[in-house]
């Protein structure tokens, strides 16, 4: 008999793989090089808590987008709720498998081959709707989602490199495009928001009028508060170079203008942090190859002349019997603290290039040029990407908001069936999401967030495409787009599709076709490729196993 505990352990097991970076962590990797990594994931565990609690979906279709017609469960209810739980277990399971080896799956895509697989077992595949109202949209978004946001991506950073970048002065033309582009992204959230991620506050019946209303309101709103607030703070740190001025020191708006001079900036002190530290240049690459060829010459050359000595050769050999080895011991407290904190204390940045992977997966995964790729993108002026670091704050944490609002409860959709036929004994239409469901997968997704999210971090940051601040928020906003249009055509597109897109199409323009990793591209098409399948597979064979199994009970 199926216990109300073990679905939800199973649930938490999903919604906990969930948060280890499908779909989410890849908004926030590209800010690493402008915020601590701590606050980063404190910021993303916030904002996307707060989407699934207070803007998550409180009614949900009992059946993910329609997949399997549940008129065939209505005999027997618990068959229904023994399905779901199959397909929580068969999406878990290969979200486990593929976040460990950093293979970027869509999560509802895995919940929709988890349904598709109890579908085949229960149904048959006659049961299961194949038209574009149902699966086919799925295998549709595979090619429409990464193209239309790598357009939206080009279109953004393109206007950014040549309007902004290149201007005979950057900075200041960064500074005016600043409330532009504030307002610009407030209001393509907002309707990420109302559209996507707001579904139980009802306003799917709002008219054009206020919908319109909002999205302006905000839009200005908040560009006159970056006005008022955030362009004398950017003037005073850049311009003037107040190497004093604190963060929270912003509050002060216009008053930071009669903010006396700092003195002259402090040698080895940053004004800005360097957003391509240790990436290659055209320049290090060479330099690298020249040293590297004067010490394999000097080792050469050490060695022949050591060749003809016999003591040496014997010296060099001879047991090491007087050096004492002691193994420091740790106490059980210390390493506690470590594993808790060990998703963000992993600097995912230097992991990009060499991890604790397989060398083989590595090898697969980089090839022997990153650097070379790295090397063909353009640098820019670090005080201008720094002015962007502030617009991907912004883009990153509504994106999250919007992110636990809608995909948190489309990932408590089995697990909401489950509940609502343990309550009704009955197979309806549309199950009520309570409250608690929704805290219990906010909480979920923040410890998968925290603990694990980083397998995904390093792979889909540097290794497609050099990053920066600017990269990063037409990335980030590219993939907003993205989402925004196919919500309102309903088509079931996954943010991982949208934001690999919208990086390819930022690093194509950056650089040049040569500037990409497509080895890294395919590895996240064939992660696409095979979820459905591959979901579908455990699930079905878990339940076709459990309902065909022999049973010894007495007849009734």
């Known amino acids: 008999m199926l216990t109300l505990r073990s679905l939800c352990d199973f649930g938490l097991f999903e919604i906990v793989d969930f948060g280890s970076g499908h779909d989410y962590w890849y908004t926030f990797l590209v800010l690493l090089r402008s915020a601590i990594e701590e606050l980063t994931v404190c910021e993303g565990v916030i904002m996307e808590f707060t989407g699934a609690v207070l803007a998550g979906s409180r009614v949900t279709g009992t059946i993910k987008n329609d997949i399997i017609a549940i008129e065939a469960f209505e005999i027997a209810p618990s068959v229904l709720m023994l399905a779901m739980l199959c397909a929580l277990i068969g999406s878990s399971t290969f979200l486990t498998l593929a976040t460990k080896i950093g293979m970027p799956v869509s999560t509802n895509h895995c919940i929709i081959g988890g349904i598709i697989g109890v579908g085949f077992a229960t149904v048959g595949a006659n049961g299961i709707d194949w038209s574009w109202e149902g699966v086919s949209q799925v295998f549709a978004a595979w090619g429409i989602a990464p193209c239309i946001s790598g357009i939206f991506g080009a279109i953004l950073f393109t206007f950014t490199k040549y309007g902004v970048m290149k201007a005979k002065n950057p900075l200041l033309v960064g500074m005016i495009t600043v409330p532009f582009f504030y307002a610009l992204t407030s209001g393509i959230l907002t309707m990420l928001i109302v559209w996507k991620g707001a579904a139980s506050l009802d306003l799917d019946d709002w008219g054009i009028t206020p919908t319109v209303g909002t999205i302006m309101g905000v839009a200005v709103g908040v560009a006159l508060l970056s006005c008022i607030f955030l362009l004398p703070y950017i003037h005073v740190k850049l311009v003037r170079e107040d190497w004093k001025l604190k963060t929270w020191d912003i509050i002060k708006g216009p008053l930071l203008l009669r903010r006396p001079a700092a003195g002259p900036l402090p040698d080895g002190h940053m004004l800005v942090p360097d957003y391509y530290a240790g990436h290659a240049t055209h320049e290090s690459i060479a330099t690298d190859a020249a040293m590297h060829n004067a010490r394999r010459d000097e080792e050469s050359a050490r060695s022949e002349s050591n060749s003809g000595s016999d003591e040496k050769s014997a010296a060099l050999y001879a047991p090491q019997t007087d050096i004492a080895t002691t193994v420091p011991t740790v106490a059980p407290a ?14 995912v940045v230097d992991e990009q290039k060499a991890t604790s992977e397989p060398k083989f997966l590595q090898r697969l995964l980089l090839g022997k040029n990153l650097d070379k790729k790295h090397a063909i993108v353009e640098y820019h002026d670090l005080k201008v990407e720094h002015l962007y670091s502030f617009l991907q704050v912004m883009t990153a944490a509504t994106a999250a908001f919007a992110h636990g609002a809608n995909d948190v409860s489309n990932a408590m959709g089995p697990l909401a ?69 196919t919500t309102r055509s309903s088509l079931p597109v996954s943010t991982t599709q949208c934001i690999i897109g919208a990086t390819v199409g930022v ?34 064979c878990l339940l076709a196993f459990v309902i065909n199994a022999p049973s010894w009970a007495a007849p009734l």
């Open 334 to 347: 210390e390493n506690i603290i470590p594993f808790f904190f060990r998703g963000v204390m992993i600097d």
């Open 417 to 485: 069936a489950i509940y609502g036929v343990w309550q009704t004994n009955t197979t309806g239409e549309d199950s009520e999401v309570p409250i608690c469901i929704l805290i219990f997968g906010g909480a979920a997704i923040a410890i998968g967030l925290w603990t694990y999210g980083y397998n995904l971090m390093r792979n889909l940051g540097n290794r497609i495409t050099l990053h920066s601040p600017s990269r990063g928020f037409c990335m980030e906003l590219g993939a907003a787009l993205t989402v925004v249009m």
């Open 507 to 540: 690093g194509l323009c950056a650089g040049d076709v040569k500037a990409i990793n497509w080895r890294m591209v395919i590895w996240a098409y064939a992660g696409w490729f095979i979820t459905l399948p591959c979901t579908a597979l455990i699930s079905g």
